[in-house]
């Protein structure tokens, strides 16, 4: 069942003057995609689709380069999550100062795990790499907020404030009621070594061209035939052996002939 009482129109109507500001701050409009980014998730409590096609067309850029963006950072939630977000770091610093017992007592308490989000939609719980408060663990962030030298009574206290609405980190936009968990199945296919939504039809997954190039000839002339511009540019590797690269290639060709 979905909470939004505001259509993503009118959402997009609403906040399109404060995108067009951040767009004018920048040489190159693309530059502002982080900030609408975050812009959307602060009103809808994550980045909708429908939020990532506006940002694609108000930018003029390709959806796949917002999503390819915003999947990259933990910090944006592309499905719907709780109105309080608590990420428990579970770094060395925090690891031998208790963090194992504190994360042990936040899933009891909320009767969740990891990336889980409880049946109220009120809480969404992470155990996530460093913090960077190594002098103050174990740590913690709600709503990106922090907490330090975190006690069993102190994680009482905070979750009986968040239930009462009295906590003072202010809980986050939820216009749709969130699910069980927030993680996105594609993303843990791709880490266990599946391809990538854009890679599903290529013949080879160490396919350089993509659909209709299975030798990848056609992303290597790219770099040869631009190789003078390409040069002053970049100084990545693929674009200084190309020429070699491509070479190998055409003996190979004209062996098998």
Aim: glycine share 8%.
């Amino acid at each position: 069942m979905s909470t939004r009482t505001e259509s993503f129109e009118a959402l997009a109507a609403r906040l399109t003057p404060a995108c067009e500001a951040l767009i004018a701050q920048y040489e190159e409009p693309r530059s502002a995609l982080l900030p609408i980014m975050h812009l959307f998730q602060e009103n809808e409590g994550f980045v909708s689709p429908e939020a990532m096609r506006f940002a694609a067309s108000i930018l003029g850029v390709s959806p796949a380069v917002v999503e390819s963006t915003v999947s990259f950072y933990t910090l944006f939630y592309r499905r719907p999550v709780g109105k309080y977000v608590l990420q428990v770091c579970r770094g060395l610093s925090c690891t031998v100062s208790g963090a194992e017992e504190i994360m042990k007592y936040f899933r009891e308490k909320l009767g969740i795990g990891h990336l889980q989000t409880s049946d109220d939609g009120l809480f969404s719980y992470e155990e996530v790499e460093c913090l960077a408060a190594c002098d103050k663990p174990t740590c913690m962030q709600v709503n990106l907020e922090f907490f330090y030298s975190l006690t069993s009574a102190m994680i009482d206290e905070m979750i009986a404030a968040m239930r009462a609405g009295t906590f003072a980190v202010a809980p986050m936009a939820q216009t749709q009621t969130p699910g069980k968990t927030w993680s996105v199945k594609q993303d843990g296919e791709v880490s266990m070594g599946r391809k990538s939504l854009g890679a599903t039809d290529v013949p080879h997954p160490n396919n350089a061209g993509g659909l209709g190039d299975a030798s990848g000839l056609i992303m290597l002339d790219r770099f040869v035939t631009n190789e003078i511009a390409m040069r002053g540019r970049s100084n990545e590797r693929l674009v200084q052996d190309a020429s070699s690269v491509a070479d190998v290639l055409g003996d190979h060709e004209h062996a098998g002939h």
